[in-house]
Every structure is written in structure tokens, then in C-alpha cells.
């Protein structure tokens, strides 16, 4: 159980254009939605955290503008990357967690990421 | 702040033991985890801690000191696939996930 998906699992686009990535949970309800950027041999920087329903909470530095987040439904929340530039090429992960209660409801399930690469 | 050190980078043998070390300073603790990293994939679960002592998995262990601010993994019996970056991770007092920056662990025959 706790499967989460993400697609695409890689892509290239060109600079100035947008590319959306999906993540869904798929056998869980997903109350908590977490967007990590991971940049070559570094930890993982989390860009912002999504709860169903409601706007995302961004990490100083994150431009909400640049980096779109959407958490439409308990199992789906995207990340669209506007008017991408090459140092935007990066891995993407999200994860996601059940939400309150106990250990398993803090811990976060990851996808399997989405290699960004903009040329 | 909120603050958590582990190595940069460690080498074992295979087959040998190795403890990897985690120490953190966060607003608050309601458990530490430590996650497995191969290069190029999202991270896995591989434990988690929230009261003082060790806890066995299998090969892998793991050991809290919430008085000292401090976890280890310890790895048993080497593999080549332990090769990894080794994720030491920390739900603060608002149940947000803190990270370390990881420990790349290098495995040689």
C-alpha cells in the first residue's frame, strides 16, 4: 500500500515554455501533498506543501508564481513550472502523507520523481 | 534554527558494519526517520524512531537519544546495494519533516 505516482517521469521542454507534472496517490487518500526540488548531489529542498482544498503553503525563496502548485482532489496535485529556464532543470519529487494521528500518518510516501531538463 | 548534522560521505567494506550518525537541533520532536536514497530514484522508508533505544530491522538499525538530540543507522552485513545516500529526517513540533543534507555511503569490495 501507499503507492504514489508521478508523471512524467522525465522531460524536456524549452526554455520559456510550461510543463505540468502530476502526483497521485493511489490507493491512499492523500491529505497532504509535499513538493521537493533535488538539485545533483544535494538533500532534498522542499518547495511547498499542498493541502486538499486549500491554497499551498510555500518555503521562503520559492516563487508561487513561477512554480504552480494545484491539489484539486485527496489523491491528485500537480506542479506546473512556468516560463521554465535552464536552472530550472532539476529533479522533481513530491510526496505524500495521510495526516494525522500516528507515525504512519506522518510519513510521507515518495514518488518516484520527474527529471526536469530545460534546454 | 533548526539544525541537523550527518557526514557528508562514508565509506565501508562490504560485508563490514557501518553507523551512520545524526544529530539535530529542531523547534519541537515528534520522531526522527531516516530514509534510503539511491542516485537518481525518490527516497524509501527505512525507519522510525520517537522513543529513546534501538530499533531492528533486519540489517538495518536504528537508535534514538532524544536527550542528546541524537540517531544513528547502523548498517550490519554490507551489500554492494547499500551503496546510497542515507536521509536523516525529523517531524518538528508543527509535524513538518526537517532534513539533513544526507550521507553518501560507499560501499567497496
Known amino acids: 500500500g501507499a503507492v504514489v505516482s508521478q508523471h512524467p517521469s522525465w522531460v524536456i521542454c524549452k526554455s520559456g515554455t510550461s510543463v505540468k507534472i502530476e502526483c497521485r496517490s493511489l490507493?491512499?487518500?492523500?491529505?497532504?501533498m509535499f513538493w521537493y526540488r533535488q538539485f545533483p548531489k544535494q538533500s532534498l529542498m522542499l518547495m511547498a506543501t499542498?493541502?486538499?482544498?486549500?491554497?499551498?503553503?510555500?518555503e521562503q525563496g520559492v516563487e508561487k508564481d513561477k512554480f504552480l502548485i494545484n491539489h484539486a482532489s485527496l489523491t491528485l496535485s500537480t506542479l506546473t513550472v512556468t516560463s521554465a529556464h535552464p536552472e530550472d532543470s532539476s529533479f522533481y519529487i513530491c510526496?505524500?502523507?495521510?495526516?494525522?494521528?500516528?507515525?504512519?500518518?506522518?510519513?510521507?510516501?515518495f514518488g518516484p520523481g520527474t527529471r526536469l531538463t530545460v534546454t | 534554527g533548526q539544525n541537523i548534522d550527518q557526514p557528508t560521505e562514508m565509506t565501508a567494506t562490504e560485508g563490514a558494519i557501518v553507523q551512520i550518525n545524526c544529530t539535530y537541533q529542531?523547534?519541537?520532536?515528534?520522531?526522527l526517520f531516516w530514509y534510503q536514497q539511491h542516485a537518481g530514484e525518490a527516497p524509501t522508508f527505512l525507519s522510525y524512531?520517537?522513543l529513546d533505544g534501538l530499533e531492528e530491522k533486519g540489517r538495518f538499525s536504528s537508535f534514538l537519544s532524544r536527550s542528546r538530540g541524537y540517531s544513528y543507522l547502523l548498517l550490519k552485513e554490507l551489500q554492494m546495494k547499500d551503496s546510497a545516500s542515507y536521509l536523516c529526517?525529523?517531524?518538528?513540533?508543527?509535524?513538518?519533516?526537517?532534513w539533513g543534507a544526507g550521507t553518501k555511503l560507499i560501499i567497496k569490495p
Open positions: 529542531t523547534s519541537g520532536f515528534n520522531g
Open positions: 499542498s493541502n486538499e482544498g486549500s491554497k499551498a503553503t510555500y
Open positions: 510526496s505524500a502523507r495521510l495526516g494525522q494521528g500516528s507515525r504512519f500518518t506522518y510519513e510521507q510516501y
Open positions: 524512531n520517537v
Open positions: 490507493d491512499f487518500q492523500a491529505t497532504t
Open positions: 529526517a525529523v517531524l518538528d513540533s508543527n509535524y513538518q519533516l526537517i
